[in-house]
């Protein structure tokens, strides 16, 4: 026999939505409750469909991204113009083991294009962290997250300190630089803002560059004191509970 070289063997077009069966959780959308049992994991549209889903986690777990054609938070919306898979994860409430996670909150009206909230790990995105000019400043930098490839973050102590735990308040950048700064880079899009930032945890060795855990949260209000805050709670290889911004 031939192999079938038809585009969707022929099944074209399909408006089909696959729901990869989670551990610790259930998808559930219009005609989807994808769990466990494995059943109802997908459905056929008759034309290209934006539907709703939602992450819905077991007893002492959370919801923590999603993998495939979905991103978000806990709900979200997935357009279905082929066939289109998508999976949910699902991590403990309280960790049981070094994690990295970030929680990313923007305020209605922020600075940040994609106002809605944005949960990524290394199941959805590629994470990089480093230590930079003597431990002043730990950098983190996420790729493949959505059309606008790519999140950092670089948290700076003031001149001449190491970061270390701790709350810092930040300004709008000045030079010379006179106190705590934190810089967003989404996409192509940055800002330095105004807010505050609370290392929880960060094991680093500033010799060297190496970061072997860090946790952070912040308001990041860009440029304007009344600018609605960008919220997130960031953790990599940490063992430190996700604050639930507003």
Known sequence: TFPDHRPFRGEYPRYRLTIDVPDHGTVTGPSIACGADGTACDVDFGTPTTTALTAVPDPGYVAAGWTGSCRGAETTSVSVRMPTRCGAVFVPARPTAA?????????????????????????????????LDGGNTVRVVLDHVGYDGRRSFEFRAPPGTQLQRGTYAFDRPRFPPVTAEMRVLVGSAACSGIGSFTVRELVMNAATGAVSAFAVDFEHHCNWPHVPAVFGSLQFESTVDIVHHP
């Open 99 to 131: 994690r990295t996670m970030l929680v990313w909150n923007p305020q209605p009206g922020s600075w940040e294009a994609e106002s809605y909230r944005q949960i990524y790990t290394p199941a959805n995105s590629v994470w990089s962290v480093q230590a």
